[in-house]
T-cell receptor, first 116, second 115 residues
Framework: AAGVIQSPRHLIKEKRETATLKCYPIPRHDTVYWYQQGPGQDPQFLISFYEKMQSDKGSIPDRFSAQQFSDYHSELNMSSLELGDSALYFC???????????????FGEGSRLTVL | GENVEQHPSTLSVQEGDSAVIKCTYSDSASNYFPWYKQELGKRPQLIIDIRSNVGEKKDQRIAVTLNKTAKHFSLHITETQPEDSAVYFCAALRGIKQGAQKLVFGQGTRLTINP
């Protein structure tokens, strides 16, 4: 079965550079979530999209932005990178079979960003 | 907004014994409570979930209980095995409609099973 695809899996950047992470949700899932997980920390919610519109916003810095495109894939853009941005970034998607309540969130493998 | 507290932060049990992890949530409108298992550097994997219209759910060695009045829910793992060693996260989500609000995670419990 298709899963949530994230790219790149690993990314190394220097301070003040920019980075873009991509997420391809499970087909027919219409809600996408982005989470940031620092070492030894719980995943922190950044932002979510439902039907290509931002549906909720969490602890996302102003230096970050995200959007969901017409094909439902999503991109997280990070600018003016700081050392503290080094983390695992997870994308998750969620959907509902016809006539049923939405189920679990399915997580991608994550993108590991290292800022030097 | 929702706040989820998880205890203990670390738990060490002998192989074959039971492990219990507890979480409390603040938003009484939360109605979906999943538990995730995460191994180092890997994605969270759903192991069991419960909706607010159910008090208990069991899947083989894993069970979850929910007390809506007290706003707490617990994960029970019986007959623990070395492969159960991982970090476990509870979570709460408010609303089950499409485009629902964010899933809020607890702080995590590092479970170690000693052979």
């Amino acid at each position: 079965a298709a899963g949530v695809i994230q790219s790149p899996r690993h990314l190394i950047k220097e301070k003040r550079e920019t980075a873009t992470l991509k997420c391809y949700p499970i087909p027919r899932h219409d809600t996408v979530y982005w989470y940031q997980q620092g070492p030894g920390q719980d995943p922190q919610f950044l932002i979510s999209f439902y039907e290509k519109m931002q549906s909720d916003k969490g602890s996302i810095p102003d230096r970050f932005s995200a959007q969901q495109f017409s094909d439902y894939h999503s991109e997280l853009n990070m600018s003016s990178l700081e050392l503290g941005d080094s983390a695992l970034y997870f994308c998750a998607s969620r959907g509902a079979p016809p006539g049923r309540a939405p189920g679990e969130l399915f997580f991608g493998e994550g993108s590991r960003l290292t800022v030097l | 907004g929702e706040n989820v507290e998880q205890h203990p932060s670390t738990l060490s049990v002998q192989e074959g014994d039971s492990a219990v992890i507890k979480c409390t949530y603040s938003d009484s409108a939360s109605n979906y409570f999943p538990w995730y298992k995460q191994e180092l550097g890997k994605r969270p994997q759903l192991i069991i979930d419960i909706r607010s219209n159910v008090g208990e759910k069991k899947d083989q060695r894993i069970a979850v209980t929910l007390n809506k009045t007290a706003k707490h829910f617990s994960l029970h793992i019986t007959e623990t095995q070395p492969e159960d060693s991982a970090v476990y996260f509870c979570a709460a989500l408010r609303g089950i409609k499409q485009g629902a609000q964010k899933l809020v995670f607890g702080q995590g419990t590092r479970l170690t099973i000693n052979p």
